[in-house]
């Protein structure tokens, strides 16, 4: 900033000279504060995890408060009926979760329906006992952007469940890492990676009593035997004996319990004031190491795209100069046919909407799907791009699998380390300065240009699709405020892919074994904790005065088997509000099962993707070799 200095000149050229200085000054404090609003501070960076071998995690760089949001939301994309051979071993799988009632009504797309959390929901790491966030229930939103399957190309090229939030449940420091809770189940079943001592939650709560139990035994000072006012033996002795108590326990402990401990007697103190859990790691990382270390996550936010037919798009949140990473891609790599849908008699059927997310290479058979940063938002620009993807150069990116064949990392036979772990990373950077609000474009190569323009050329509606309507739609339309009750119905139906469902949670208390003993279970609906549960049902009357109804719970295929109506028995709630009635598509209805809807890779540019990958190309020569033999 530049200093005003005195000028011994002439009286009025010194105060001109003066008053020039100040307003240069004054202008540099302007620009400076100018540059700060627009570059405002990161609060999510991806970074090395805490977790050793664990590769990348989310960390907070500013505290939160329980029932906070974390970052944006999440678009979330539908896996079904998956045709993968090996489903356990499947690495897109160690990303998805169980579509339950929690995704509502994602659970109703087909009979197994998986969910992949393209932002936050994939990138956080698990930890059994640290978690800290997870999804809000029952908050996506669902909708097609405004498209319509009997004129629109697009309709069923993009994943209509979206803005998906991210809530901490317990308070977070600024710089900790942000873990989700996966589940017991999901890490007993990857023994082969985390080994069978791996501490769960009531392990380290197990551990937490016996560090405490060994304070309050030896480890506070001073401490004097019973029966005498002597020390029991010198520090020496003291230290000796204390790792002596915790080396038996670990000895004759529970095998998981005893791997939450502390590894050395010195650490028991501090594992018992904040827990053996946070004590065996430090998942504080400074601002400063954050900042060197790590990719910011904000720079994106989803709203409707300025591009036609693509539904919403990736816009950035400030300025950003060229040559910023607007947004880090970590990748986990799936085979192509992993993502046909198999119908009932195992037979291909549609392929997942997850291609048109995943990167690909006309000349493989590799797909590598990003997540992460709201980067499934990001649209296609053929002539003006703003974006483009490199390699990156973090530590964690394996670059060594960029020298790989397939067979050592795509196949189960291949590297247990590359099969069932992701690791490679590329980054969306900035071609030119972006300004905010500006969508983020990026071109998804000439391949796909020309597949999506022949789609639009040769594209019909299906039969009947101008008399279609989504549960999404319903749901929005105010004449359906007011449901009507099966009798005011009449003869009238809804349409045929859609039927109405009640977010009740009904836990049997009695089971009628004949239908001429069945008696009909009556219960008024509770406020508290009856939105577990999302059932089909039917409305057997209303109370305009309170806008309440009384309804009819019936079972469906994905019934929690806790929650079973059992065969005799007619399940009645009353004083049943419209808000816990919502409507929903049928099985395999949805516009994501069109046959007409557009399937892609986004393709990646010559220069970078590896000729060892290119697996397609070496089938087309050894063909070529074999008709040269002939």
């Known amino acids: 900033m530049a200093k005003c200095r005195v000028i011994l000149l002439l009286p009025r050229l010194t105060l001109l000279v003066w008053l020039l200085c100040l307003q240069l000054q004054s202008s540099e404090v302007l620009v400076t504060a100018a540059a700060a609003e627009a570059a405002p501070q990161c609060r999510l960076y991806l970074a090395e995890s805490s977790v050793e071998g ?45 579509a339950t009632c929690d995704f509502h009504p994602m659970q109703w797309e087909a009979e197994q329906v998986d969910v992949l959390l393209m932002g936050l929901g994939a990138a956080v790491n698990g930890h059994m006992a640290l978690f800290n966030v997870q999804y809000k229930q029952h908050a996506l939103h669902t909708d097609s952007a405004g498209l319509h399957r009997s004129k629109d190309p697009g309709a069923g090229a993009f994943s209509y469940y979206h803005d998906q939030p991210h809530i901490a449940t317990k308070p977070i420091e600024a710089g900790a890492e942000v ?31 016996l560090v405490q139990s060994m304070v309050d035994l030896l480890w506070h000072e001073n401490q004097q035997s019973k029966g005498n006012e002597t020390n029991p033996g010198t520090p020496q002795e003291m230290e000796a004996l204390r790792q002596d108590v915790l080396e038996l326990i670990r000895m004759v402990g529970q095998e998981r319990v005893a791997a939450a401990l502390p590894e050395s007697h010195h650490k028991i103190t501090h594992a018992a004031q904040v827990g053996t859990a946070k004590s065996s790691i430090d998942t504080i990382r400074s601002s400063e190491w954050l900042q060197e270390h790590g990719f910011c996550m904000d720079h994106l936010e989803a709203a409707p795209s300025s591009i036609p037919q693509a539904g919403r798009g990736a816009f950035a949140t400030h300025s950003l100069k060229a040559g910023t990473t607007v947004a880090p891609a970590p990748l986990f790599h799936i085979h192509r046919d992993d993502l046909f849908i198999l119908n009932e008699v195992d ?7 997850l291609l048109n997310y995943c990167f690909g290479h006309y000349n493989s058979s590799l797909l590598l799907c990003p997540y992460g940063s709201l980067t499934g938002f990001i649209n296609h620009n053929h002539a003006a791009p703003n974006v483009k993807v490199v390699w990156s150069q973090h530590p964690t990116h394996k670059s060594e699998m960029l020298n790989m064949t397939l067979g050592e990392f795509l196949s189960v036979d291949g590297k247990e380390e590359y099969y069932s772990q992701s690791g490679l990373l590329m980054e969306y950077v900035a071609l030119r300065d972006i300004q905010q609000g500006e969508e983020i474009l990026f071109n998804y190569g000439d391949e796909w240009e020309d597949a999506w323009n022949q789609h639009v050329a040769t594209w019909t ?77 039917e409305v057997i009357s209303r109370d305009d005065s309170q806008q309440l109804y009384t309804v009819q719970l019936f ?34 209805t949805t516009d994501q099962f069109l046959p007409n809807a557009f399937r892609h890779p986004i393709m990646v540019p010559d220069d970078l993707f590896p000729r060892a990958w290119m697996d397609y190309l070496d089938d087309a020569d050894d063909t070529e070799d074999e008709l040269d033999e002939l």
């Open 54 to 98: 664990a590769g990348l995690g989310v960390f907070s760089a500013v505290a939160a408060e329980a029932g906070e949001q974390l970052g944006h939301p999440d678009l979330l994309i539908p896996v079904v009926d998956s045709a993968h051979g090996d489903y356990e071993q499947w690495l897109a799988l160690a990303y998805l979760w169980l």
């Open 179 to 209: 873990f989700g809770n996966y589940g017991d189940q999901w890490f007993r079943s990857r023994e082969h990676r985390f080994g069978s001592s791996l501490p769960d939650q009531s392990d380290y709560a197990s551990a937490d009593q």
């Open 347 to 353: 037979e291909i059927q549609e392929t997942q909407l």
């Open 461 to 537: 509606p299906m039969p009947g699709a101008e008399t279609y309507v989504s549960a999404s739609n319903m749901n929005a339309d105010p004449y359906y405020t007011k449901l009507q009750t099966l009798e005011e119905m009449g003869n009238e139906t809804y349409p045929e892919n859609i039927f109405l469902t009640c977010k009740y949670s009904y836990l049997d208390e009695g089971v009628s074994f004949s239908q001429e003993n069945a008696t009909p279970i009556v219960r008024e609906f509770n406020e508290e904790g009856e939105f577990h549960e999302v059932r089909p049902c």
């Open 555 to 588: 079972n469906h295929w994905s019934t929690d088997p806790n929650e079973v109506i059992f065969l005799y028995d007619d399940v009645i709630v009353t004083n049943f509000p419209r808000r816990a009635i919502t409507f929903a598509d049928d099985l395999y």
